[in-house]
């Protein structure tokens, strides 16, 4: 996804920034068993889930890009 936000620094502050936010929006998947593995597999390969995920990480790439902790500024908007 990253090529679709040229804003997005893509530095590793920046990177694990992203993929806390998008974390901290989708719900938990937890297993402890190969079973448990197997069933989070498929839900996962479900369009439903995958377009959620894919969702809130372009939610979160874009808002990191606007404002990034790692100190970089944005590039001026080109006319």
């Known amino acids: 996804m990253r090529p679709h936000f040229p804003d997005f620094c893509g530095c590793e502050v920046c990177r694990e920034d992203a993929l806390v936010y998008t974390l901290n929006r989708i719900p938990a998947r ?27 990480m372009m939610d979160g790439l874009r808002k990191i890009s606007l404002a990034p902790r790692c100190g970089r500024t944005r590039p001026a908007k080109q006319s």
Do not use: D, M, N, W
């Not at 597999?41 to 969702?55: H, M």
């Open 30 to 56: 937890y297993v402890s068993s190969t079973t448990g593995s197997a069933v989070t597999e498929v839900t996962l390969e479900k369009e439903q889930s995958r377009a959620a995920i894919e969702v809130s």
